[in-house]
């Protein structure tokens, strides 16, 4: 089975504080996404990758950065947490085949 | 850009029935498709995907429907059971480009 790994499931940050959200998949998957899903919103693409050390911003990329230095993990930054990124954090990842699988999600909130 | 939208955003089913949830995509040109199931604060589930040279697709309970002409898509769950309650949407993809296109969702609650 697929498994995309987020590294926590809740998150509490304070507003201005950098933080990271990490993630691993065992399936040698090309392609990993951060997602940001809201109420009333959906999924939004924040950024995506394609290949190691390589990025491709998404929809809504202001206020993140991303960061994959090896093919199985990507990273989200948030370099100065804001109220407004209060959202649920989804890592997805797929193959050439395209299947998309995402993580449990972290839940992040910022005060 | 290309949207996805659900026709239902709520729908309630007695347990044993059979649930059918639709999508409507806009772009002609997407040629991969997907359902996920979301449960309340969990991560999307791949359900099942089917491809465009196919009209119909079979898992387990699970059955997903293509039409092309009128670029709709439907997801039915058989003999539906409490478990399936969540949060259903679908997802495309062009063959084109590495992003995908997300509906907002249908909340399918089953009830005992």
């Known amino acids: 089975d697929v498994k995309v790994t987020q590294s926590s499931r809740y998150l509490v940050k304070r507003t201005g504080e950098k933080v990271f959200l990490e993630c691993v998949q065992d399936?040698?998957?090309?392609?990993m996404f951060w997602y940001r899903q809201d109420p009333g919103l959906g999924l939004r693409l924040i950024y995506f990758?394609?290949?190691?050390?390589?990025?491709e911003k998404g929809d809504i990329p202001e206020g993140y950065s991303v960061s994959r230095e090896k093919k199985e993990r990507f990273s989200l930054i948030l370099e100065s947490a804001s109220t407004n990124q209060t959202s649920m954090y989804l890592c997805?990842?797929?193959?050439?085949?395209?299947?998309?699988?995402f993580g449990s999600g972290t839940q992040l909130s910022v005060l | 850009g290309e949207s996805v939208g659900l026709h239902l955003p709520t729908l309630s089913v007695q347990e044993g029935d059979n649930s059918i949830i639709n999508c409507a995509y806009s772009?002609?040109?997407?040629?991969?498709f997907i359902w996920y199931k979301q449960e309340s604060g969990k991560g999307p589930q791949f359900i099942i995907d089917?491809?465009?040279?196919?009209d119909k697709r079979q898992g387990q309970r699970v059955t997903v429907l293509l039409n092309k002409t009128v670029k709709h898509l439907s997801l039915q769950i058989a003999a539906t059971q409490p478990g399936d309650s969540a949060v259903y949407f679908c997802?495309?993809?062009?063959?084109?480009?590495?992003?995908?296109?997300f509906g907002t969702g249908t909340s399918l609650t089953v009830i005992p």
């Open positions: 997805a990842s797929s193959s050439l085949a395209r299947a998309l699988f």
């Open positions: 399936m040698d998957h090309e392609n």
């Open positions: 990758s394609y290949d190691v050390k390589m990025k």
């Open positions: 772009n002609s040109a997407s040629d991969y």
């Open positions: 089917i491809r465009s040279n196919m």
């Open positions: 997802a495309e993809n062009l063959s084109t480009g590495n992003q995908f296109y």
